[in-house]
């Protein structure tokens, strides 16, 4: 469903970014819509970091038209209602967490209270810790308790989950959830399915720049009706690379797993090749398969038209 | 709407301000020697090798007051800056509705605040030492020790926004001395070759001791503008210096 004009929180016209003579993005268009986690995923330099950088005012668009709350990304009004958790995010290392926190929610007049902030990110036992003294999961926390801690209207979090055990994570994602529930919009860059899969209410699919699919996870797994096969063989995995149909193999175990998009095709040749076969298993497509298989056939297609 | 989004500033300034110092002063083991390398060299060089002169307490601790806002200017802003904005804090700061300004006067507040630890150290000694000076020269001495604070941390500012933490820290060292040295802060230019004193018209750290001794009445008043002028020059290419240092992060 496309996004209505009045819920724009934030958008992309014809972005386009280049580092040198590399082109990240190239007339890239891209909304944010208000109570909804949308989910960047793709490879690493497929361009998600820059998305949320141009969104955010970190970086500047070399052309095209970038707005946030209906301003410019520097405006301070924009800022105001913006929280960003970065990928690589320092701390004020000999401030304490509750200090830290106290310190960044300062410069927002709609502030959470600083007991507040604690108790969602998880973080009230460690209040009064050097942030010199944390572990990388805990530093993570204090970087989301200083995205939250102004009360956002637009959360934007990069790789945020990293380092994070599962309890640490499911929590995070309870109140990222609850944070969209209440109206603000939230913009996720990861590379976890799982995590996309849990919160996302739309996951959008980059790779080199261009989006390749957008909608609800489930409509991403449908997209691509692609097929897991397992089985058992004695010939190496480079057999099976070149079989119709077949985008990726992978060794399971003692097993290959095969990604296609012609299941019969890719079994029937498969027998071909190694008539001892056995043990095998076909299931739909995982939702981290379909991404794999999307950004391969979208390779593919650039190698064709070139 | 203003104020129903964003803090009032005179508030974040006070409170950014007050984290800065905490958080120096919470790092005792580089606080401490910069604090007190300029009064215990002060103690060294003017009172145990003037042998009780007064006039060499006086003419020492005129330029040792520039020698000591130097430390906590250039490595307090170089170095931290450099540190702050390699891992990222600076960035998340910037992208915050934080008014731009709030960092560098936070910065400019907790040098200020330790300099003022360290002038009062080397007062006390010169005192101690001979020094003897009326209400309206101490004002003078220390509204130029005061003042001396802007030239260096915009030097450090430059500096921090341009290298990385070890670089910052290697070449705000050698700055550091060069200003000393060159400057004739801990003796004066005399007694340096003759291709060595033509550097000093270049550096800060020589106008502002010139105008330091006059404030004590070691030099001519009437020469102040030959110092005055070229200090002035050189604080504004200093803050040019810091300025397309601060343009550069953004990208």
């Known amino acids: 469903m496309p996004p209505t004009a009045s819920s724009i929180i934030a958008a992309l016209e014809g972005a386009t970014k280049a580092y040198g003579a590399h082109r990240v993005l190239d007339g890239f268009d891209f909304a944010l819509e208000a109570g909804s986690v949308t989910a960047l995923l793709g490879p690493n330099g497929a361009g998600k970091s820059t998305v949320a950088g141009l969104l955010t005012g970190r970086l500047r668009a ?103 055990d599962p309890e640490a994570r499911r929590t995070m994602w309870d109140v990222v959830r609850a944070k969209a529930d209440t109206g603000a919009a939230v913009l996720l860059a990861t590379h976890h399915m799982d995590e996309a899969e849990a919160l996302a209410d739309r996951i959008v699919v980059i790779a080199d720049g261009r989006i390749l699919a957008d909608g609800p996870p489930a409509a991403i797994k449908a997209q691509v009706a692609a097929t897991a096969i397992r089985l058992r063989t004695r010939l190496p995995a480079d057999h099976f690379r070149a079989l119709p149909g077949v985008v990726k193999v992978e060794s399971v175990g003692a097993d290959l797993s095969l990604l296609t998009t012609a299941p019969r095709a890719s079994l029937e040749a498969a027998f071909a090749i190694d008539p001892a076969l056995q043990h095998f298993e076909v299931t739909g497509a995982s939702l981290e398969d379909a991404l794999a298989n999307l950004v391969h056939a979208n390779r593919t297609t650039l190698k064709e038209a070139a | 709407m203003m104020s129903a989004l964003i803090a009032p500033a005179p508030s974040v300034y006070a409170r950014e301000s007050w984290a800065e110092i905490i958080k ?19 103690a060294l060089f003017a009172l145990a090798m003037g042998q009780g002169s007064a006039e060499v307490a006086t003419r020492t601790l005129a330029t040792f007051g520039v020698f ?81 604070i802007l030239p260096f941390a915009l030097i450090g500012l430059g500096i921090g926004y341009r290298l990385g933490q070890k670089g910052a820290v290697a070449v705000a060292n050698i700055v550091f001395l060069a200003m000393a040295v060159l400057g004739g802060l801990w003796m004066p230019i005399a007694v340096l070759p003759e291709v060595m004193q033509a550097f000093a ?39 040019l210096f810091a300025w397309t240092g601060e343009r550069q992060q953004a990208r």
């Open chain 2, 24 to 42: 120096s002063a919470r790092m005792p083991q580089f606080i401490i020697p910069t604090i007190a390398l300029p009064p215990a060299f002060y």
């Open chain 1, 62 to 164: 070399d052309s095209g038209r970038v707005s946030l709350f209906g301003l410019e990304p520097s405006d301070r009004l924009a800022r105001a209602r913006m929280g960003i958790m970065l990928q690589s995010g320092g701390l004020p290392e000999t401030l304490t967490v509750a200090e830290a926190i106290d310190l960044h929610a300062g410069y927002f007049a709609r502030r959470l209270p600083t007991a507040a902030v604690l108790e969602q990110a998880g973080l009230t036992a460690l209040a009064t810790r050097r942030c010199d003294r944390l572990s990388g999961g805990e530093a993570r926390k204090v970087q989301f308790a200083l995205a939250i801690c102004g009360a956002p209207d637009l959360l934007v979090l990069d790789e945020p989950t990293t380092g994070f």
């Open chain 2, 201 to 239: 018209w270049a550096l800060p750290s020589y106008h502002l001791g010139e105008i330091a001794l006059m404030a004590v009445g070691q030099r001519e008043a009437a020469n102040l503008w030959l110092h005055a002028g070229p200090l002035a020059l050189i604080t504004l290419a200093a803050a």
């Open chain 2, 68 to 148: 000591a806002v130097m430390g906590p200017a250039l490595f307090g802003f170089g170095a931290n800056i450099a540190v702050e904005r390699e891992n990222g804090q600076l960035e998340l700061k910037r992208l915050s509705p934080m008014p731009a300004g709030a960092q560098i006067v936070a910065k400019l507040a907790a040098t200020t605040v330790f300099s003022m630890v360290s002038f009062a150290m080397l007062y006390a000694l010169g005192q101690a030492g001979g020094v003897a000076l009326g209400a309206g020269q101490w004002a003078m001495l220390v509204t130029v020790h005061t003042l001396a």
